[in-house]
C-alpha cells in the first residue's frame, strides 16, 4: 500500500491544483468578461442547467454519493494500511535505531525449522506480535516434533536482539508416503 | 574523493553521554524517507469525501426529512443569497481556488522531491573549509561495515539536512551472522570512527538489517 500512497499522493495533489486553477480562471473570466458566452475552460452554464433539473433524492444523485464515499473509504483504508511494517531491534546506544522487515524473520524462522530432518517443508508468516509456522514432517517423524519445533523457534527469538518478542505458533502436518 | 577513517577510534572508549532526546528522534525518522504528511492529507481528503457521500446519501433518502430531499441541487435560496452579494462569493470563490491550487502544487512538489543527500562541512582552519560529500561520507561507511564478521554486503548514505545530517546504514546479513556482535561492532568500530572523522559530535543512525541472497548452487559439480 505504501507504493499506491506514493503514487496517489502527487495525483491527489494534481487534482486539487487543477480545481483551484480552474475555478480562479473561471470565476475572474465570468466577472471581467460578462458578455463571454458560457465558461472559459468549463461548460459550468450547462452544469448548471443540469444540476438546477436534479432534486437531492435523484437516483443519480445518490449512485454519485454513494460512490464518492465508497471512493473516500478506499483513500482512508489506503492511508492507513501503508504503514512500515519494520521489527525493531534493540540497538547498542540511544541515537541508533535498528530495523529489519518481517520478511527477514520469516527467513531466519523458515531456515531453522527445515534444519530438522523430521521436517520436509515449512512456510512461515512473520509480524511484530506473531510468528506462524505450518511445517510439512514426514509420516514418521516423532509425536513431540511440535514441541521441538517450538523450542527451537523460541531459541531463535531469544538470540535476536526483538524488541519485542513475538509469540510462536506451530502446526504440524504429516505428509503420506515414504521417507 | 577518499575520506580518511582510520583515526579517532580513541572516541568509541569515552563513556556513553545520555543521548539528546532530539538525536534519538532523528535517528528514527532516519530508517526511511517519511510518508507521514502524504499519509494524514490522503486520510483527510478520504474523510472529506466519505463524510460528503455519506451526508448526500442520507439526505437523498429522506432521512433529514422528505421536502428537503425532493428539494433540487442547486437550490433557488442558496442561488438568491449569492446574488444577493456577488463580490463577496466572486472573492471568496478566488481565495478559496488559489489556496487550493497553492496547496495542491506545494503537496506535489513534497511527494515527488528527491530525498535531500546533505554533505558534512569540515572545518579545516581560518580560511578553509573541507566538504564531505553524502556519497564520500556513505562509501566509506559502507565499505569499512562490510569488513565487519557476519556481514555480506553493506550500503551508507547520510540523510536529512546538512544542519542536521543522519546516517542510514543497510546491512545484508550472512545467515549465520551473530546479530548482537554485528550492531555492537558497527557501533564501536565504524560508527565512532565515521564521528570522528566528519567530526560530528551527534551522528543519528538508522540501521536496516537485510539478510543476504544464498548463492545459488550449481547443479552440476
Given at each position: 500500500m505504501r507504493a499506491v500512497l506514493r503514487v496517489l499522493a502527487p495525483l491527489l495533489g494534481i487534482v486539487l491544483a487543477t480545481v483551484g486553477v480552474l475555478v480562479v480562471i473561471e470565476v475572474v473570466a465570468a466577472w471581467v468578461l460578462?458578455?463571454?458566452?458560457?465558461?472559459?475552460?468549463?461548460p459550468w452554464p450547462e452544469w448548471g442547467m443540469v444540476l438546477a433539473g436534479l432534486?437531492?433524492?435523484d437516483i443519480l444523485v445518490r449512485g454519485t454519493a454513494i460512490g464518492v464515499g465508497v471512493v473516500g473509504l478506499l483513500l482512508v483504508l489506503v492511508a492507513l494500511t501503508a504503514r512500515r511494517a519494520d521489527l525493531r531491534l534493540v540497538a547498542p546506544s540511544d541515537d541508533m535505531t535498528v530495523t529489519t522487515s518481517p520478511r527477514v524473520l520469516a527467513r531466519l524462522v523458515g531456515t531453522r525449522v527445515r534444519a530438522s530432518d523430521d521436517v520436509l517443508s515449512a512456510s512461515v508468516t512473520a509480524s511484530e506480535r506473531r510468528v506462524a509456522v505450518t511445517a510439512q514432517a514426514w509420516d514418521d517423524a516423532p509425536d513431540e516434533l511440535r514441541e521441538t519445533l517450538v523450542d527451537r523457534v523460541q531459541e531463535l527469538l531469544t538470540e535476536l536482539p526483538l524488541r519485542r518478542t513475538p509469540r510462536v505458533a506451530v502446526s504440524v502436518q504429516e505428509r503420506e508416503g515414504v521417507r | 574523493m577518499t575520506v580518511d577513517m582510520s583515526k579517532g577510534g580513541d572516541r568509541a572508549a569515552e563513556p556513553a553521554a545520555p543521548v539528546d532526546p532530539r538525536v534519538r528522534r532523528r535517528s528514527r525518522s532516519a530508517v526511511?524517507?517519511?510518508a507521514g504528511g502524504d499519509r494524514w492529507l490522503t486520510v483527510l481528503i478520504g474523510l472529506v469525501l466519505l463524510l460528503a457521500g455519506v451526508g448526500v446519501a442520507l439526505l437523498s433518502y429522506g432521512v433529514f426529512g422528505t421536502g428537503r430531499a425532493s428539494r433540487?441541487?442547486?437550490?433557488p435560496i442558496m442561488l438568491d443569497i449569492v446574488a444577493a452579494e456577488p463580490l463577496l462569493w466572486r472573492s471568496v470563490a478566488i481565495v478559496g481556488g488559489v489556496l487550493l491550487a497553492v496547496f495542491g502544487l506545494t503537496w506535489v512538489a513534497r511527494s515527488v522531491r528527491p530525498e535531500p543527500r546533505p554533505d558534512v562541512v569540515l572545518n579545516g582552519g581560518a580560511d578553509t573549509t573541507i566538504r564531505v560529500s553524502s556519497a564520500a561520507a556513505g562509501e566509506a561507511v559502507a565499505s569499512q561495515a562490510e569488513?565487519?564478521?557476519?556481514?555480506?554486503r553493506a550500503r551508507a548514505r547520510l540523510v536529512g539536512s546538512a544542519a542536521a545530517p543522519a546516517l542510514r546504514v543497510t546491512l545484508w546479513l550472512a545467515?549465520?551472522?551473530d546479530v548482537r556482535a554485528v550492531l555492537a561492532q558497527l557501533h564501536d568500530e565504524v560508527l565512532a570512527t565515521a564521528r570522528a572523522a566528519l567530526d560530528l559530535r551527534a551522528l543519528p543512525v538508522a540501521v536496516r538489517l537485510e539478510l543476504e541472497r544464498p548463492q545459488p548452487t550449481p547443479r552440476v559439480a
Open positions: 460578462p458578455e463571454q458566452e458560457g465558461g472559459l475552460l468549463v432534486s437531492w433524492n | 526511511a524517507r517519511s433540487p441541487l442547486l437550490d569488513t565487519l564478521p557476519g556481514v555480506a545467515d549465520d551472522a
